[in-house]
């Protein structure tokens, strides 16, 4: 069967019988109290539609199908749910679709109720779709190609498997992806370029380009891809669609063990400062701000600024310390190694290259 057969099949599974597997009880169809953990529903804001395999929580703001009743009950991701439910279903479905995420695992801590957003600098964006961007990384494995680009930039598999380097999946893989969520949810999240239509998907990110997720509290928020084939043509980065860029590697900021802060100037930099024993985070472009609450978690910290040594960089540093001391954080503007260095990754590159 096709991932979108086996989910088709799955999601026939009537919603009381999901239950019971679960270890609750729902009616075939009509109301009931919220089963979910984290939501204490105090009168029926739980509908069951008909035929019985679509449901709804008035009080929670969730819905969906049977495996997304499993996925919302045990904190699951969408294709661990679908795991979980064949197997109580004695249904079998084909394990090479169900490629995992390479990094830290996709189990996530209970889902919190939904509540009105906070206007915060450093809240997590109310549409960022972790979990479908997880399951984009799941079917996107860092292939050989991305191995060796990076090897020539002096970043190794310790590295590549500690930011989750990844690389994007053909169209073929955002089409099954698309089976999965459906095509209005992964327009959303942006992973779709503007002339996708449901008839004709076409993922945001070329095919084999390498892509790096950004983390908040523990979450991946944002994605941004590199371009490795041809690279000397056109547009190198790219970033998605109609969503706000975000600060790389934030939540080193959260961490009492980080006492030597890099600011950089894009993602290869913040990574190759980790080879100099900095927590570093990257702005996605020089002109790019940093939220007033990240600038308060550098306070009583050294911060240096790692931004290119070029005419941009120079010139974005004294707003940038300006900023900073506005919030009580003292930087210190490093200077360029050699004349022929332009950012943290050339002199990473010329460090390590053979003599």
Same mark, same amino acid.
């Given at each position: 069967m096709?991932?979108?057969?086996?989910?088709k099949?799955? +999601? +026939?599974? $009537?919603i009381?019988?999901v239950?019971?597997?679960?270890?609750?009880?729902?009616?075939n169809?009509g109301?009931?109290?919220?089963?979910?953990p984290?939501?204490p529903?105090?009168?029926?804001s739980?509908? #069951?539609?008909? $035929?019985g395999?679509?449901?709804?929580?008035?009080?929670?703001?969730r819905?969906?199908g049977? #495996?997304?009743?499993v996925?919302?009950?045990?904190?699951?991701s969408?294709?661990?749910?679908?795991?979980?439910?064949?197997e109580?279903?004695?249904?079998?479905?084909?394990s090479a679709?169900?490629?995992?995420?390479?990094?830290?695992?996709?189990k996530r801590?209970?889902? /919190?109720?939904?509540?009105?957003p906070?206007?915060?600098d450093?809240?997590?964006?109310?549409d960022?779709?972790?979990?479908?961007?997880?399951?984009?990384?799941?079917?996107?494995?860092?292939?050989?190609?991305?191995?060796?680009?990076l090897?020539?930039?002096?970043i190794d598999?310790?590295? @590549?498997?500690?930011?989750m380097?990844?690389?994007?999946?053909?169209?073929?893989?955002?089409?099954?992806?698309a089976?999965?969520?459906?095509?209005d949810?992964?327009?959303k999240?942006?992973?779709l370029?503007?002339?996708?239509?449901?008839?004709?998907i076409r993922g945001v990110?070329s095919?084999?380009s390498?892509v790096?997720?950004f983390?908040?509290?523990?979450?991946i928020v944002?994605?941004?891809?590199?371009?490795? /084939? +041809?690279?000397?043509?056109?547009?190198?980065?790219w970033?998605?669609?109609?969503?706000?860029k975000?600060?790389y590697?934030?939540?080193?900021l959260?961490?009492?063990s980080?006492?030597?802060i890099a @600011?950089?100037e894009?993602?290869?930099d913040?990574?190759s400062?980790t080879?100099?024993?900095?927590?570093? #985070?990257?702005?996605?472009g020089?002109?790019?701000?940093?939220p007033?609450?990240m600038?308060?978690?550098?306070?009583?910290?050294?911060?240096?600024?790692?931004?290119?040594w070029?005419?941009?960089g120079?010139?974005?540093? /004294?707003?940038? /310390?300006e900023r900073?001391?506005?919030?009580?954080v003292?930087?210190?503007r490093?200077?360029?190694?050699?004349s022929e260095?332009?950012?943290?990754?050339?002199?990473l590159v010329?460090?390590?290259?053979?003599?």
């Amino acid at each position: 069967m096709t991932i979108k057969e086996e989910t088709k099949l799955l +999601n +026939n599974t $009537p919603i009381h019988r999901v239950a019971a597997h679960l270890g609750y009880k729902l009616p075939n169809i009509g109301s009931a109290s919220c089963p979910f953990p984290d939501h204490p529903d105090r009168s029926p804001s739980f509908q #069951i539609f008909k $035929p019985g395999t679509k449901w709804q929580c008035f009080g929670c703001n969730r819905s969906g199908g049977s #495996i997304d009743l499993v996925k919302e009950t045990l904190a699951l991701s969408f294709f661990e749910a679908k795991k979980w439910l064949a197997e109580h279903e004695g249904i079998s479905i084909s394990s090479a679709k169900r490629r995992r995420l390479v990094g830290p695992s996709s189990k996530r801590t209970p889902p /919190k109720v939904k509540k009105a957003p906070q206007p915060q600098d450093n809240q997590l964006e109310s549409d960022a779709d972790s979990d479908l961007y997880e399951s984009y990384l799941s079917i996107s494995p860092i292939q050989e190609s991305g191995v060796q680009y990076l090897a020539g930039r002096a970043i190794d598999r310790e590295y @590549i498997n500690r930011f989750m380097i990844h690389q994007a999946p053909k169209n073929s893989a955002m089409i099954e992806l698309a089976e999965v969520y459906g095509f209005d949810r992964l327009e959303k999240s942006g992973l779709l370029t503007a002339k996708s239509t449901p008839g004709d998907i076409r993922g945001v990110f070329s095919p084999g380009s390498l892509v790096f997720p950004f983390m908040e509290e523990g979450k991946i928020v944002y994605l941004q891809s590199r371009k490795i /084939k +041809n690279e000397a043509n056109g547009i190198r980065w790219w970033n998605l669609r109609s969503r706000r860029k975000k600060i790389y590697n934030v939540d080193v900021l959260s961490s009492p063990s980080a006492k030597k802060i890099a @600011i950089c100037e894009g993602i290869l930099d913040a990574i190759s400062a980790t080879h100099f024993d900095y927590d570093a #985070i990257a702005l996605m472009g020089v002109s790019s701000e940093i939220p007033e609450e990240m600038v308060k978690a550098m306070r009583n910290r050294r911060v240096d600024i790692l931004l290119d040594w070029d005419d941009a960089g120079e010139k974005r540093v /004294k707003s940038l /310390k300006e900023r900073l001391a506005t919030y009580g954080v003292s930087a210190v503007r490093l200077s360029r190694p050699a004349s022929e260095i332009k950012d943290v990754n050339e002199y990473l590159v010329s460090i390590r290259a053979p003599q």
